[in-house]
C-alpha cells in the first residue's frame, strides 16, 4: 500500500508550533535547509523502503525456531539499508567525553519528526530503532564508562540494536511483583535467571547482536519495586577485541500471537544464567529504567499519529474512488469524497492526527530545551515541562491513532472490514499504543498524581499561563484585517476554563477520586492543549504570511468544534469522580 509522508504538515508545525529558532539556537548545526533536507531524505526512505513491506510483515509476521527468530520478508533487508543510511544515530550524541560514538546530535524534536514517517510507513518495523535509541539513553545516562565503551558505539550505527526486558507473566503493570534473579559471580558480574514476555524485537535475525537491558533482583534485595536492580546482557557476549563471541544464556522461547504489529518479533525470553552486569546502582534499576520509557512513551505518542496518519490517507485515497450513491447537486458518478458525512469523517481524522502532531513535538521540544539551553532557569522549566506533557503525549495521541484508524475502517465501509483493503490492519496496529509502555490508565494516574497533585499544580499552572497568551493573541488578532477568529476564540476560552476549573478539583480531592478522575482529566488536558497549539500555529502562519496558514485555519476551524468544544463536558465527569463509579453494587455487574 502506497504511503505519502505529510512533510507539509510537519515542517508547518516545526515552523509555528514550536520556537524553531530557539531549537537552532540551541543545536547550532541545525538549520531549516538541513531540516527539510532530513525531512526529505526520510520520506523517501519511508516510502520506498519501509510501507512496500508493511503489508508482509503483517500477513506472515516473524517465525521462531530452533531459538531463533527469523524476522519477516525484507525486513532484514530493509533494517541493513536504515543503518546504511545512518538513520540509527540521527539524535544520538556525537561524542561523549573522549568516547566518540559518530550520532549526529540532532534535536529530539527532528527525531519526533523522522519516527513519524517510519511508524506511518511500518510501525512493526519502527519499533526496533526505537527500541535501540532508548536502550542507548539509559545506558548514558547510567552505565559505567566501561560499559558504554562496550555497546554504545556500535548501538549508534546500528549494527548492534537494544531491548527493554521488564515484563513477567506475574508481573505486568506491576513490577514490584517481578522475580527475575540476578546472582553475583565473584568478578562484577551477575548470573540472571528468569522468564520475561512481551518482549518487543527480543530476538531477530537483522543483526549479530542484541543489548538487553533486564530488570532483575538481588539475592538481598527489599520486596516490591524498591528491590528491583537493572542489568545489561547481551545476547552474545563480547570478547576483548569488541566484537560478538560465545552465546549467552538467553534464548527465545516463545513468539506471541497478536491482535497487530505482526512484523515486530514479541518474543518470551528465557534467562538461564545469563551474564549481566549492573547499570546504575543496586535497587535502584526501575529509577534507572524510567530513563527509557519516559522517551519511549513520548515515541509511543508519535506512532498514535503516524498510524493515525496512514489510516487517513488510505481513508482519503477510497474516498476519491469510491462511487456510491448520488450527491445532490452534483453529477452521477461523484465519489464518496463529495459526501457532506464522509468529508466530515475525514476532516475528523485530519484534524485529530494535527492536533496530536503539535503535543508530541511540544513535548520532544521541551526535552530538547532542557538538556541544551545556556540558561539554567530555562533548563529546569523545560525539563519539567517535558515530564508533565509526556503522560499526555503518549496517551493522547495513542487514543487518537485508534479513534482515526476506526473511522478509517468506517470511511471503507464493509471493505474496510475486509483485510484486503490494510485498513484493518491500521486498526489493528494502533491498538496495542494505549496498553504498552504503561497503559493510558496508567498515564493519567502519572498526570494527576506525580504531575499535578505532587507540586500542588504549579507545573500545570504555567502551562495554562502559557496557554491563556495564545488566548490572548487571539484575542489581539480577532477582527485585525476582517481577521474572524470566531469559534476557535470561543472555543478555546471556555476549554481553557475548564482546565483551569478541572485542575482545582483533582487538586482537592481524595487520592480515590483523583484516580477515577484521572482519564476524563487527561482526555480534557488534550483536547485543550491540542487546540491551543494548533491555534497558536495559525496565528504565526498568518504573521508571517505561510502560504499553509490558510488551509490550517480552516482545518483548526473543524478541530475547535470536533475536539475543542468537548472539554467543558469532562467537569462533570470529573466533579463526581469516584461516586457514580463505585455507587452500582460489585454484584451486579454481571447482570442487573
Known amino acids: ?102 550520532g549526529m546530535g540532532l534535536p529530539q524534536t527532528i527525531s519526533v519528526c523522522v519516527n513519524e514517517m517510519l511508524y506511518a510507513a511500518n510501525m512493526a518495523f519502527g519499533l526496533c530503532p526505537m527500541l535501540t535509541a532508548s536502550s542507548m539513553n539509559a545506558i548514558i545516562a547510567h552505565a559505567s564508562d566501561e560499559i558504554k565503551a562496550t555497546y554504545l558505539p556500535k548501538m549508534v550505527t546500528g549494527e548492534w540494536t537494544g531491548g527493554m526486558n521488564l515484563t513477567e507473566p506475574q508481573a505486568g503493570s506491576d513490577l514490584g511483583a517481578l522475580r527475575t534473579k540476578a546472582v553475583p559471580n565473584g568478578d562484577g558480574s551477575y548470573a540472571l535467571s528468569g522468564q520475561k514476555i512481551f518482549i518487543t524485537w527480543g530476538d531477530h535475525d537483522c543483526t549479530e547482536n542484541i543489548i ?40 527465545a522461547i516463545g513468539l506471541e500471537h497478536k491482535l497487530g504489529i505482526h512484523g515486530s518479533p514479541t518474543c518470551v525470553m528465557e534467562f538461564d544464567k545469563a551474564t549481566g552486569w549492573l547499570v546504575g546502582p543496586e535497587n535502584r534499576g526501575l529509577a534507572c529504567m524510567f530513563t527509557m520509557m519516559n522517551e519511549a512513551r513520548l515515541f509511543v505518542g508519535v506512532q498514535g499519529v503516524g498510524i493515525g496518519e496512514r489510516a487517513y490517507q488510505a481513508a482519503l485515497d477510497y474516498a476519491g474512488e469510491r462511487v456510491q450513491g448520488s450527491v445532490a447537486g452534483k453529477p452521477d458518478g461523484t465519489a464518496i ?51 508533565l506533557l509526556t503522560p499526555i503525549a503518549k496517551a493522547y495521541g495513542s487514543d487518537m491513532g485508534v479513534a482515526v484508524a476506526s473511522t478509517g475502517i468506517q470511511i471503507h465501509g464493509g471493505m474496510g472490514f475486509i ?79 475548564a482546565m483551569k476549573s478541572a485542575t482545582d478539583m483533582i487538586l482537592a480531592m481524595s487520592d480515590e477520586d483523583s484516580g477515577a478522575a484521572a482519564v476524563p482529566y487527561l482526555e480534557l488536558c488534550g483536547e485543550v492543549i491540542s487546540g491551543a497549539f494548533l491555534i497558536k500555529s495559525v496565528l504565526s502562519g498568518l504573521k508571517t504570511n505561510d502560504p499553509g496558514a490558510g488551509a490550517m485555519q480552516k482545518l483548526v476551524w473543524h478541530h475547535s468544534l470536533k475536539y475543542l468544544s468537548k472539554a467543558p463536558g469532562y467537569l462533570e465527569q470529573i466533579k463526581y469522580a469516584a461516586s457514580p463509579v463505585f455507587a452500582y453494587p460489585e454484584d451486579r455487574l454481571a447482570d442487573l
Request: with cysteine.
Open 1 to 102: 500500500m502506497s504511503f505519502t509522508p505529510p512533510i507539509n504538515a510537519i515542517s508547518y508545525l516545526l515552523r509555528h508550533s514550536v520556537d524553531f529558532d530557539a531549537l537552532c539556537a540551541s543545536h547550532t548545526d541545525l538549520s531549516e535547509e538541513l531540516t527539510l533536507d532530513i525531512l526529505g531524505g526520510a520520506s523517501t526512505f519511508a516510502a520506498d523502503v519501509l510501507a512496500p513491506i508493511n503489508r508482509a510483515g503483517d500477513e506472515n509476521g516473524a517465525v521462531l525456531k530452533d531459538g531463533e527468530v527469523t524476522t519477516a520478508p525484507g525486513f532484514k533487508e530493509a533494517y541493513k539499508a536504515y543503518t546504511e543510511a545512518g538513520w540509527q544515530g540521527l539524535s544520538a550524541p556525537e561524542a561523549i567525553g573522549d568516547l566518540e560514538l559518530g
Open 212 to 251: 538487553h537491558l533486564v530488570l532483575a533482583r538481588l539475592p538481598d534485595a527489599p520486596a516490591g519495586s524498591r528491590g528491583i536492580s537493572l542489568f545489561i546482557a547481551p545476547k552474545f557476549l563480547v570478547d576483548e577485541d569488541g566484537n560478538p563471541g560465545a552465546r549467552n544464556g538467553i534464548t
Open 419 to 497: 483485510e484486503e483493503t490494510g485498513a484493518a490492519q491500521h486498526y489493528r496496529d494502533a491498538r496495542i499504543a494505549p496498553i504498552y509502555e504503561g497503559t493510558n490508565g496508567i498515564q493519567a494516574l502519572d498526570l494527576v498524581g506525580r504531575k499535578v497533585r505532587r507540586d500542588g499544580g504549579a507545573a500545570m499552572g504555567l502551562l495554562i499561563a502559557e496557554l491563556d497568551d495564545i488566548l490572548a493573541n487571539v484575542n489581539a488578532m480577532h477582527g485585525v484585517n476582517g481577521l474572524d477568529l470566531g469559534c476557535k476564540q470561543r472555543h478555546l476560552t471556555a476549554g481553557i476554563a
Open 337 to 387: 469524497i463529495g459526501h457532506a458525512d464522509v468529508r466530515r469523517m475525514l476532516l475528523d481524522m485530519k484534524a485529530g492526527v494535527m492536533g496530536a502532531r503539535a503535543i508530541n513535538l511540544a513535548t520532544a521540544f521541551a526535552s530538547d530545551m532542557a538538556e541544551a539551553s545556556d540558561d539554567a532557569d530555562m533548563r529546569k522549566t523545560a525539563h519539567i515541562r517535558q515530564a
